[in-house]
């Protein structure tokens, strides 16, 4: 249990990785936005091109991009029954005495919300989870969010918050082993029995833990008060972040795609979106 | 005459004072500790030890009596929000769980912490913290995740996080006593550099004997009071005191306490560490192979 991983980063070499935080973040989000812009088979197929290069780009493992598809299957197989079944267009393919219409609309619709989808997963995963530290995502967000500080929105404090339940996870996760085995040496059983049993079995696990936690949070208030901590007033960092010409250079990119994907939109050629 | 450090007059403290069910913790504690001394402080659980340890930065505010830290009074009421900052930075504390006074993920971040929060500047943040990490012997292990570390290891990483704020004192409330004895031994050894080689005033509070008997004052405090007070020769010299309120002596004392008590003739004040102990013992063993030569001759 000590290896637990922190979120489902990827540690490698890549110029994903290397790149900066809030970067990627605001990458993520344009890429989210050019998933949405594409209509048509073109600008579709675009995408599909885009994230290749970006599954290229961040030298992650294909079985691990394949596995992040697995959650979203099901989400992926019902959007396109739904897109084959409903939807009405000019090309029937299924013979016209048949109850169950399916028309070519119908297919295409399915691949680009598939499509849409997939790369929608595939983006936000490659940008942030996989190529981004928890950490680092924490401290970029605080900082591309810091302008909300001015009306009043404590982003350090939840920075900070956020900081500490990743620090603590793996120190509870070892707990509730813990005390895990130590209510298994009292004769506890958590895999056998009704659900609700085995619900109940839960209850001496979470009130120790719960117990310690909180003893946890007050020792650790202790120590960061001796630390002088008193919020980001007049707070240093020993990270300092640096936008690089690289990280200009990618969302310039980005952006030239989205405008790219816009007007290959109009262009009337080939199956589009209905 | 060193600098005076910790000034304290009739120091009193009660948990939960207006409450119903109010326990005094400290009656009227008076001492002084001067800067650069290693000081440590015993007593049982409850007896008032750590309770002392937490009014010297705040933690806690005394109830009664005069409390001076370096320079500052504490029981003045000017204290406000600036000079609680100075104080914490003077006064640095390490906790008993190493696992709870970690805050960040990664080591050097936990380091530069404390310095972070006191808006330390760039180029010497960087500075701070790599010199921190290396009078630690943690330079190694810089880029790690605290939780991957031993119980040493870790409590040496909180130990770089207060040196970092460069402090005049560190108070190590029963730092060791999570730790196995290895652990034990590196935190200790940590100890005695800090004192010798950065000149830092330690404090180091335990319910282990062995380990006071390697500071040089000794302070016990039993049931808010102050017991005893002096080298740990002298302390632990009074060995009967300190058993009737239930504190025991170290081994090597106890061993030569009770060779006293038969009779063999031990002289010699040097009774609180094993080496002094050992040559005592060799002595009067020469002595005893003398005499008894004597007699056969």
Known sequence: ?274 | MPELFIHTEDLCFTYDAEGPDAQPALKGITLDIYKGEYVAVLGHNGSGKSTFAKLLNLLLEPTSGRLTVAGMDLTAPSIGEKELLELRRNVGMVFQNPDNQLVATIVEEDVAFGPENLGIPHPELRTRVDEALEALDMTAYAQHEPHRLSGGQKQRVAIAGILAMMPKCIVFDEATAMLDPSGRREVLRTLRMLNREFGITILNITHYMNEAAEADRVIVINDGTLLADGTPDEVFAQRQRLCEVGLEVPQCTELLCRLREAGIDIPGERISSAESCADLIVAALGRHAEKGGKCHG
């Open chain 1, 1 to 274: 249990m000590k290896n637990v991983a922190f979120g489902q980063y990827y540690p490698a070499d890549s110029p994903l990785h290397r790149m900066d935080p809030r970067a990627k973040v605001i990458l993520a989000i344009l890429y989210i936005v050019c998933t949405f812009l594409c209509k048509n088979a073109i600008s579709f197929a675009c995408l599909v091109l885009s994230a290749l290069v970006l599954v290229v780009l961040s030298h992650l493992p294909l079985r691990l991009i394949l596995r992040s598809m697995r959650p979203i299957l099901f989400i992926i197989v019902f959007t396109s029954v739904i897109n084959i079944f409903m939807t009405k267009g000019e090309h029937l393919l299924t013979p016209a005495d048949w109850r169950i219409k399916i028309y070519a609309e119908g297919l295409w619709n399915a691949l680009f919300m598939v499509l849409r989808i997939s790369a929608l997963i595939l983006g936000t995963g490659i940008f942030l989870t996989y190529t981004t530290t928890p950490i680092a995502l924490t401290d970029a967000l605080e900082r591309l969010l810091s302008p909300l500080k001015k009306i009043k929105i404590p982003v350090h404090d939840f920075a900070m918050m956020m900081t500490i339940a990743l620090r603590f996870i793996p120190t509870l996760t070892e707990e509730t082993e813990k005390i895990m085995n130590a209510q298994r040496a009292r004769g506890a059983s958590f895999s056998t029995g009704s659900l609700i049993n085995r619900a109940k079995a839960l209850i001496p696990i979470l009130i120790p833990l719960f117990v310690s936690a909180f003893n946890r949070a007050f020792d650790l208030a202790s120590a960061m008060e001796c630390r002088c901590y008193h919020g980001d007033e007049g707070r240093t960092r020993l990270k300092v972040l640096h936008y690089r010409a690289s990280d200009l250079v990618a969302v310039l990119l980005m952006l030239s795609f989205g405008v790219g994907v816009f007007f290959l939109n109009r262009l009337g050629i080939g199956p589009h979106l209905s």
